[in-house]
């Protein structure tokens, strides 16, 4: 995580640092996105957990669901297991060799950064990912808000 | 022969070649839906301060810590590939093979899981080949070292009924609710395995139901599972009883185990916020023999500090013998067959001690997240035999002397690929 530390001395550069920190910490805020065209509306944290997770593959709706993931290592990708699932990458891990060497399941395809995630999101109703808030557009509709 | 170098190079490492090989492989392939490639291993060793019996991780190995030597890099070791297939959305293929210590005291890679799964809906998946056996918690991944806290899962409760993967189909049933979802798992088939001097375990008619709930940071499992049984370790034993007259035969028939019904019932239940654990089994096995039956659990817990995870815990199996008598009346027979009678009955009380584990393990350890994929894990166990028996110890020298505690340290590398 980026800090920040405001110096007394200066009050133009607190200033700039404050901004600075905004807007970074606004930049951080991370949506989970399906297709503009999903009939999905809202989420709440444990059902995406779910489907994150390999353990429900449906949306509320009934409508089957299939998630995506930034890559490894990112902060998209920690920052939103962490606050939605409680895992840390090395849970993750461990959650996922449970799940792959019992076959019940593969983790989530991975694509590059949030462009190729919201692309991927919008061209297909059944996909559902996450992507900085800034990276929204219409082409997509957040159903959860991370903070 | 599938794997013909094996009787000619250190096992371990030939494994471990074959293994990069088709890591690198399915390196080259990445990206591509059809097939992945994925991999676990432990490098581990264990000293034991009990000089009289082998402690182990499994009564399926052939050697361990202890007795056959101080140190021993065997209990643990083990080294497993996956190939996942998938021809379409609804077919996928699975093989798993995994090379550890066996009885034989080779390391021949086992071929674990080899199945082919039709995914009827997103929620049913029905399952033909060779399936892990979904009993406890975590015993269709209990080899992935990665995957678990501590080093090993508690012997007392994982090693008391050495079945591992039947052959034959199951079907699951993913179920999904507001908050809570789970998977219900139904499996039928047989499975056959090696067991030291020779013999062989067999189970047929194996049926199994596991019901997996999860809500939040809760999950639990219960599992029941039947079979009929049959080990064949002690031909020479059961057939020498059988030519002992009436009492002999009435001995054979119920100690021995052929075709005998065995039954397993567990319930786990496992609380998982993040920032630490509590996990905790009850299982009860019984089988029509000699095997007797037994009562076991654990109960342990964990805190998360970033990279570190100590651990500690408890775990207990108690045994019951068979009901009935288990020696040869010899009153009154004449001093020939007063003295074979004499023999058996020894060798039917080393058997008994051998086969019914009482023991308790107290434990606590630290685990080490030292990189992705990569887990370091320190464990110190106390480990006490009792009843009578050597718990879940193996290679116990004659007049192995029961009720002793062994103190256990081990030290396991796991990884994931």
Redesign the interface.
Same mark, same amino acid.
């Given at each position: 995580m980026t800090r920040c530390r405001i110096r007394p001395s200066t009050r133009l550069l607190a200033a700039l640092l404050l901004a600075c920190c905004a807007g970074l910490a606004q930049a951080r805020d991370l949506v989970v996105v399906v297709s503009a065209r999903s009939s999905v509306e809202a989420l709440?944290p444990?059902q995406v957990a &779910?489907i994150f997770l390999g353990?429900?593959?449906?949306f509320?709706n009934g409508a089957?669901a299939s998630a995506l993931d930034q890559p =490894? +290592?990112t902060f998209e990708r920690d920052q939103f297991y962490l606050r939605v699932t409680? $895992? *840390?990458?090395? =849970?993750l891990?461990?959650h996922w @060799? $449970?799940m792959?060497? *019992? +076959?019940?399941g593969?983790p989530p395809r991975e694509l590059a950064g949030n462009a190729a995630v919201r692309k991927a999101v919008a061209d297909d109703p059944a996909l559902i990912g996450y992507i900085e808030r800034e990276a929204l557009d219409p082409s997509v509709r957040q159903v959860l808000l991370v903070h | 022969m599938l794997f013909p170098s094996l009787a000619v190079l250190p096992a371990p490492a030939c494994a471990g070649a074959l293994l990069l090989v088709l890591a690198g492989a399915a390196c080259a392939e990445t990206g591509t839906p059809g097939w *992945?490639f994925?991999g676990?291993g432990t490098v581990g060793v264990a000293r034991s301060d009990e000089r009289q019996a082998d402690f182990v991780a499994s009564v399926l190995q052939g050697d361990g810590a202890g007795r056959t030597a101080r140190w021993s890099r065997h209990v643990d070791s083990r080294l +497993?590939g996956?190939l /996942?297939f998938s021809f379409t959305p609804r077919w996928a293929a699975?093989v798993?093979v995994v090379t550890e210590q066996r009885a034989d005291n080779s390391y021949q890679p086992r071929l674990e899981?080899a #199945?082919v $799964?039709y995914q009827v809906t997103?929620?049913l998946a029905l399952?033909l080949g060779r399936? !892990?056996l979904p009993v406890f918690m975590?015993a269709?991944?209990r $080899?992935?070292g990665?995957?678990h806290p501590s080093i090993r899962p508690p012997v007392e409760v994982y090693g008391v009924l050495p079945l591992a993967n039947s052959d034959g189909a199951d079907l699951s049933w993913?179920w @999904?609710g /507001?908050?809570m979802?789970g998977?219900t798992q139904v499996l039928v088939g047989r499975t056959g395995v090696a067991l030291f001097d020779g013999g062989r375990l067999r189970g047929k008619g194996i049926a199994a139901l596991s019901h997996t709930v999860?809500r939040? !940071?809760f999950s639990a499992r219960a599992s029941v599972l039947t079979a009929r049984m049959s080990i064949d370790v002690f031909p020479g034993l059961f057939g020498a009883l059988e030519g002992f007259g009436a009492q002999g035969r009435d001995l054979k028939h119920r100690l021995d185990i052929e075709r005998e019904r065995a039954t397993g019932v567990s319930l786990g239940l496992d609380y998982d916020?993040?920032r630490w654990f509590v996990r905790g089994e009850a299982g009860y096995t019984k089988v029509d023999g000699y095997l007797g039956s037994t009562r076991s659990g654990y109960l342990s817990a964990g805190w998360?500090h970033g #990279?570190l995870t100590p651990y500690a815990g408890y775990a207990r199996v108690r045994g019951v013998m068979p009901h009935g008598p288990h020696t040869l009346a010899l009153d009154g027979l004449p001093a020939p067959a007063a003295a074979r009678g004499a023999a058996l009955n020894a060798a039917l009380a080393e058997l008994l001690m051998r086969s019914v584990p009482s023991q308790s393990t107290l434990s606590a350890g630290l685990r080490w /997240?030292a990189a992705?994929?990569v &887990?370091l894990k320190l464990q110190r166990e106390h480990v006490t035999t009792r009843s009578g028996s050597r718990g879940m110890f193996i290679n116990s020298v004659p007049g192995y002397r029961s009720g002793r505690t062994a103190h256990v340290t081990s030290a396991a590398l796991d990884f994931?690929f």
């Amino acid at each position: 995580m980026t800090r920040c530390r405001i110096r007394p001395s200066t009050r133009l550069l607190a200033a700039l640092l404050l901004a600075c920190c905004a807007g970074l910490a606004q930049a951080r805020d991370l949506v989970v996105v399906v297709s503009a065209r999903s009939s999905v509306e809202a989420l709440q944290p444990e059902q995406v957990a &779910a489907i994150f997770l390999g353990q429900a593959p449906r949306f509320p709706n009934g409508a089957v669901a299939s998630a995506l993931d930034q890559p =490894l +290592g990112t902060f998209e990708r920690d920052q939103f297991y962490l606050r939605v699932t409680g $895992k *840390t990458p090395a =849970l993750l891990r461990a959650h996922w @060799s $449970k799940m792959v060497f *019992t +076959g019940r399941g593969q983790p989530p395809r991975e694509l590059a950064g949030n462009a190729a995630v919201r692309k991927a999101v919008a061209d297909d109703p059944a996909l559902i990912g996450y992507i900085e808030r800034e990276a929204l557009d219409p082409s997509v509709r957040q159903v959860l808000l991370v903070h | 022969m599938l794997f013909p170098s094996l009787a000619v190079l250190p096992a371990p490492a030939c494994a471990g070649a074959l293994l990069l090989v088709l890591a690198g492989a399915a390196c080259a392939e990445t990206g591509t839906p059809g097939w *992945t490639f994925s991999g676990f291993g432990t490098v581990g060793v264990a000293r034991s301060d009990e000089r009289q019996a082998d402690f182990v991780a499994s009564v399926l190995q052939g050697d361990g810590a202890g007795r056959t030597a101080r140190w021993s890099r065997h209990v643990d070791s083990r080294l +497993g590939g996956q190939l /996942d297939f998938s021809f379409t959305p609804r077919w996928a293929a699975v093989v798993q093979v995994v090379t550890e210590q066996r009885a034989d005291n080779s390391y021949q890679p086992r071929l674990e899981w080899a #199945n082919v $799964k039709y995914q009827v809906t997103p929620e049913l998946a029905l399952r033909l080949g060779r399936i !892990a056996l979904p009993v406890f918690m975590a015993a269709d991944y209990r $080899k992935v070292g990665y995957a678990h806290p501590s080093i090993r899962p508690p012997v007392e409760v994982y090693g008391v009924l050495p079945l591992a993967n039947s052959d034959g189909a199951d079907l699951s049933w993913h179920w @999904s609710g /507001d908050a809570m979802h789970g998977i219900t798992q139904v499996l039928v088939g047989r499975t056959g395995v090696a067991l030291f001097d020779g013999g062989r375990l067999r189970g047929k008619g194996i049926a199994a139901l596991s019901h997996t709930v999860e809500r939040g !940071a809760f999950s639990a499992r219960a599992s029941v599972l039947t079979a009929r049984m049959s080990i064949d370790v002690f031909p020479g034993l059961f057939g020498a009883l059988e030519g002992f007259g009436a009492q002999g035969r009435d001995l054979k028939h119920r100690l021995d185990i052929e075709r005998e019904r065995a039954t397993g019932v567990s319930l786990g239940l496992d609380y998982d916020p993040g920032r630490w654990f509590v996990r905790g089994e009850a299982g009860y096995t019984k089988v029509d023999g000699y095997l007797g039956s037994t009562r076991s659990g654990y109960l342990s817990a964990g805190w998360r500090h970033g #990279n570190l995870t100590p651990y500690a815990g408890y775990a207990r199996v108690r045994g019951v013998m068979p009901h009935g008598p288990h020696t040869l009346a010899l009153d009154g027979l004449p001093a020939p067959a007063a003295a074979r009678g004499a023999a058996l009955n020894a060798a039917l009380a080393e058997l008994l001690m051998r086969s019914v584990p009482s023991q308790s393990t107290l434990s606590a350890g630290l685990r080490w /997240d030292a990189a992705p994929d990569v &887990a370091l894990k320190l464990q110190r166990e106390h480990v006490t035999t009792r009843s009578g028996s050597r718990g879940m110890f193996i290679n116990s020298v004659p007049g192995y002397r029961s009720g002793r505690t062994a103190h256990v340290t081990s030290a396991a590398l796991d990884f994931v690929f």
